[in-house]
């Protein structure tokens, strides 16, 4: 009786890595589940599911800042791959009217929530508030703060384009796929 030779995680590597270009189930598995994500994410308006989502599991919140305790296995399974995805997310500003103020992940530190929890209390700006609302004429107008914790708030705002807002994909391959999501999680070693 022999034995492998060569182990699975090394077959499983592109040719250009020393592999045998099989993939990885695992990182397929999570590449595949990441396109529903990313329909979430970019609120598809073509999906039936991702509006139900949005009305019923989402209501007030961001697929960003939901907890992962919630929800029936495959939701907390789905929810966990966020972490992964957040760094290849872009979110662009434009006139601010499709991105949460305070669940969204626009600033460049994630979503103001998690980073200030007390920031609705002290600006006055209700948790459910768009972008939108401190923003006049293509520039950021924040309430006045007092409040030395939130003061923060106003510190490296991103550009605000104008126009309409996008979420871009800045990850592998330019623009969303399976594939580009694939790429993300298989595991990597020199060329």
Not at 166 to 185: C, E, H, K, N
Request: overall charge positive; hydrophobic content about 35%; aromatic content about 12%.
């Amino acid at each position: 009786m022999g034995y492998a030779k060569v182990s699975w995680q090394q077959v499983c590597r592109p040719v250009s890595e020393g592999g045998l270009g099989i993939r990885d189930i695992h990182s397929l598995n999570k590449g595949l589940m990441s396109r529903h994500l990313w329909r979430i994410i970019v609120h598809d308006s073509t999906s039936i599911w991702v509006h139900w989502i949005l009305q019923y599991r989402l209501q007030d919140s961001s697929v960003w800042t939901i907890r992962t305790q919630t929800g029936t296995w495959g939701w907390r399974k789905l929810i966990r791959l966020r972490d992964s995805l957040r760094p290849h997310v872009l979110y662009q500003i434009g006139d601010g009217t499709s991105f949460s103020l305070w669940h969204d992940p626009w600033h460049p530190g994630g979503p103001m929530i998690c980073q200030f929890p007390s920031g609705p209390r002290h600006t006055f700006i209700p948790p459910s508030a768009p972008l939108s609302t401190v923003i006049w004429e293509d520039t950021w107008s924040w309430p006045h703060i007092t409040d030395m914790e939130s003061i923060d708030i106003t510190h490296d705002l991103p550009t605000i384009h104008g126009g309409r807002d996008r979420i871009l994909w800045t990850g592998p391959r330019g623009s969303f796929s399976s594939a580009a999501a694939y790429d993300v999680f298989r595991p990597r070693v020199p060329q």
